[in-house]
């Protein structure tokens, strides 16, 4: 399985160096994605899934700065690359889809130039062979009209067709690895299962690994192979989606997976967890989810957990013990 790796990170460390101090918002991950699959992070608001992509794609705000670690794509390591190299690599072999498509597009051009763009770019196509792939793209997303979308602006699409537009747009070049970050929030429940599968229909055409993330377990069940769940800057397990749902080993996981709601079971109230995600720019001493879980013991808040590997998962829990 190592030849079909196409994204591998060792150890890696995002800072963010403010006047207020060292922001931890990376801290110290070790993530592997393979061809033709699905990779879900999830975690709440704030825990680092964001900054993850970001990070491979060496697109962080002024302040952030990857301190340690190697991000590898296909074999080749990304952080020795300069701006040049990593501007033909973005769009091209790793592409990205953001929540909000209306901060992405360019209001003011067609959408049909903006994927043309794209396409000019990174293949070298004329005006003429990049307008006909844009609209071919436009089709392959479900649009309808397509020659007629792409003379239209953002604005006058919906929601969902915005979606569309940045998928055709992400995938024009066929990366080899695709980041989606949320992007199915902004949507109601109808347009996010239509979008949820056009993008696992175009996986499966064209090979591509995906990195999905998430806050949404829901989507995550529906569309992930494999599941890292990230608090506070680590990854504090990881394994197959089928084991995540099936039996969570983290207190963390399992606090996620008790607030959402059973469509079987009698429920009164949801379960909320008590307390929030630590700021980056907290220190700590021992487990970073030590003050929020339930069954942390004094040894739990002296001493830093490692994230241990099992032979079908990974955990980050002293408390844990292998069934």
């Known amino acids: 399985m190592t030849a079909d790796k196409v994204l591998d990170i060792k150890g890696l460390k995002t800072h963010f160096i403010t006047k207020k101090g060292v922001g931890r918002v990376v801290d110290g991950i070790d993530l592997t994605v393979y061809k033709g699959e699905t990779l879900g992070i999830v975690g709440e608001s704030g825990c680092g899934k964001s900054m993850t992509s970001l990070s491979i794609l060496q697109l962080l705000p002024a302040a952030g700065k990857i301190v340690d670690g190697s991000i590898t794509l296909n074999g080749e390591e990304l952080l020795s690359k300069s701006e040049k190299q990593l501007r033909k690599i973005r769009g ?13 597009l360019n209001p003011v051009i067609s959408i049909g130039e903006q994927i043309a763009e794209t396409i000019r770019e990174h293949q070298g196509l004329n005006k003429k062979e990049a307008k006909e792939k844009s609209i071919e793209m436009l089709r392959l997303v479900g649009i309808p009209s397509p020659e007629k979308r792409a003379q239209q602006e953002p604005f006058q699409l919906s929601g969902g067709m915005r979606q569309r537009v940045m998928i055709a747009m992400a995938l024009a070049c066929k990366p080899a690895l695709l980041i989606a970050d949320e992007p199915t929030t902004a949507l109601d429940v109808t347009i996010q299962s239509q979008i949820i599968e056009l993008m696992k229909k175009l996986q499966q055409d064209l090979n591509m690994a995906i990195i999905f993330i998430t806050h949404d377990l829901g989507v995550v069940a529906e569309t992930c192979d494999r599941v890292a769940v990230m608090y506070a800057g680590e990854i ?38 008590k307390g929030s995600i630590p700021s980056p720019f907290t220190s700590h001493t021992g487990c970073k989810f030590a003050a929020r879980c339930p069954i942390a013991t004094a040894a739990c808040s002296q001493e830093h957990p490692e994230l241990i590997e099992y032979d079908r998962y990974q955990v980050r829990c002293f408390e844990y013990q292998e069934e």
Do not use: C, W
């Open 236 to 273: 504090v397990e990881q394994s197959t989606t089928e084991e995540l749902f099936r039996r969570p080993k983290h207190p963390y996981t399992k606090g996620l997976l008790n607030s959402l709601p059973k469509i079987h079971e009698d429920q009164d109230e949801l379960i909320a967890m």
């Open 92 to 104: 091209n072999q790793i592409s990205m889809i953001f929540q909000e498509p209306m901060t992405s």
